[in-house]
């Protein structure tokens, strides 16, 4: 079977045509190959979806424009400079999506070439090969198979991460934009990982020599929580204070210079971070929460980073889990801001018109029950968390930007996403099949939502249910990491695409 990618970057323009299964992390080597992605109307596997694609002191702590417990994403800056559109289709038979020139070759991502030999170069081709050699995988017990693009392929990749990866962690940089982990809201993920990838003695070298990827360890969300003038609508600031860090960095050490940033990467949940690291960090492997094609998010070299929603850092773990599929008595639900222009489209056609369609704005707030402190409190919060808990499907719909928690919110809590984000890459998509436990909706097409959950039959329901819990695994933060959780799939997928992106001298 064939998909059509179509990838239209800022700095170039490449189209291919019919990419063989083979050629994207699958093929018939065992498990799911690439599949196109289902959306609305047509809701069986063939259908698709298409996505439209120094002076490093510490400053002066100047206030934010938003709140660290905003449960969205905040607008753009008037004066972010952006980047030419975008766009990533994947087309097939009953595509939604227009039509792309037809060229047979495959799409290439500019890497530039080592200055200068390194025996990690060989390493990394050597990786490759194995890679894409994979012996089949059969009966595997702790990976389930129709969840990945090619389950054989990510299992031999992430062995070969095991045993080969080595991470050079710069230690240059003062607090708090630098090494001051953020482990609580909606920006966590990228402290977790810093936070897990400092301390990590399986991975980390101090050797440069012997280094693979070099880690940036700057917060997005401190960088703009210090940095920004509130109300400003401008951070050039914070674009020089990144500029002062690759300066300071390439003055003193050759790593950055041997490979122009190609074998760095950084991890940036902040819906920012796509725009102020988009040139001076252009070469680098970028993992971001705001994974939008259209914005300048790479196809094939950067990451998608899931957004994670931590509550209590001390516990990531607390309230997992949800009801049975089978008491699971709404079919969906939504609730949350009107941030951007779609989330006012879909309480329009559908708050409180359907009383199998829980969608809200701000979750109505209830009192507390019972006795001594916490009586008469408010706990909408509760609420919310209990609502996805007993729903089917939860509605995971783009605010300010394509990204949303609700994502890991919902396998959280084993409710099947519904995700309506055109321009959206999910998380971890070079490995997972999302078509096997989630739901695509076009934006244009939420008049029709109801009908669109409807027609998935309750057995198709059942299994993809059971398939968000078996994937979930992939998306939790441990105290200590374990293995195939979200610290180590993360981490597999920035070591995944720069082993297909390594080039020798």
Same mark, same amino acid.
């Given at each position: ?38 959306? +609305? =109307? ?23 424009? +938003? ?67 994979? $012996? ?82 700057? +917060? ?67 993992? /971001? ?16 980073? =899931? ?38 489209? /879909? ?7 359907? =009383? ?60 099947? $996403? ?8 999910? =998380? ?18 939420? $008049? ?8 998935? +039959? ?17 998306? /939790? ?29």
């Amino acid at each position: 079977m064939s998909v059509l990618i179509l990838i239209h970057s800022a700095r170039n323009l490449i189209t291919a045509s019919f990419i063989q299964r083979n050629d994207i992390m699958g093929g018939d080597s065992g498990g799911v190959g690439l599949s196109p992605i289902p959306v +609305s =109307p047509v809701m069986d596997l063939s259908s698709n979806i298409t996505l439209q694609g120094a002076n490093i002191s510490t400053p002066i702590t100047i206030h934010s424009n +938003s709140s660290s417990t905003d449960k969205d994403a905040t607008p753009a800056l008037d004066k972010i400079e952006k980047p030419a559109q975008s766009s990533l289709n994947t087309l097939g038979e009953n595509s939604s999506g227009v039509d792309v020139p037809k060229e047979n070759k495959k799409p290439e991502i500019p890497t530039p070439r080592p200055r200068w030999s390194s025996a990690v170069d060989q390493e990394m081709l050597y990786a490759r090969s194995q890679i894409e050699n994979a $012996p089949l995988l059969k009966n595997d017990h702790e990976l389930y198979a129709p969840l990945y693009r090619n389950v054989s392929r990510f299992k031999r990749s992430y062995e070969l991460m095991e045993e080969t990866l080595k991470v050079y962690v710069y230690k240059e940089g003062q607090r708090p934009i630098l090494h001051e982990p953020v482990l609580k809201g909606i920006y966590a993920s990228e402290g977790w990982f810093m936070k897990q990838l400092e301390a990590n003695k399986q991975f980390v070298t101090k050797d440069s020599r012997k280094a693979h990827l070099f880690y940036l360890p700057f +917060s997005s969300r401190m960088l703009e929580e210090t940095l920004y003038v509130q109300n400003s609508h401008n951070h050039k600031n914070l674009i020089q204070y990144l500029r002062n860090y690759v300066n300071l960095i390439s003055a003193k050490h050759n790593f950055w210079n041997r490979t122009e940033g190609a074998d760095h990467f950084l991890v940036a949940c902040h819906d920012w971070a796509p725009a102020e690291t988009r040139i001076i960090m252009a070469n680098c492997i970028r993992a /971001l929460c705001n994974s939008d094609v259209k914005e300048g998010f790479v196809f094939g070299k950067d990451v998608a980073l =899931p957004e994670t929603y931590v509550l209590s850092p001390q516990n990531p773990l607390r309230a997992i889990g949800g009801k049975p599929a089978s008491q699971r008595s709404i079919l969906a639900f939504f609730a949350g801001r009107m941030h951007g222009y779609l989330r006012p489209i /879909l309480l329009h056609h559908w708050e409180n018109k359907d =009383p199998d369609m829980k969608i809200f704005g701000q979750m109505p707030m209830v009192k507390g029950k019972g006795k001594g402190k916490g009586k008469g409190k408010r706990k909408g919060k509760m609420d919310y968390i209990q609502h996805m808990k007993s729903s089917k499907y939860c509605i995971c719909a783009k605010g300010y930007e394509v990204n949303s928690p609700r994502v890991v919110e919902a396998i959280f809590y084993e409710c099947v $996403p519904v995700i309506i984000s055109d321009n959206f890459v999910p =998380p971890f998509f070079e490995i997972l099949n999302w078509e096997s436990f989630a739901v695509f909706v076009l934006e244009k097409d939420i $008049p029709n939502l109801k009908n669109i959950l409807l027609s998935i +039959s309750e057995k198709r329901y059942r299994r993809m249910q059971m398939r968000v819990k078996k994937v979930q695994q992939h998306f /939790l933060w441990h105290p200590q990491p374990v293995k195939y959780d979200i610290f180590h799939m993360l981490l597999h997928s920035i070591w995944y695409n720069r082993v297909f992106l390594a080039r020798a001298r």
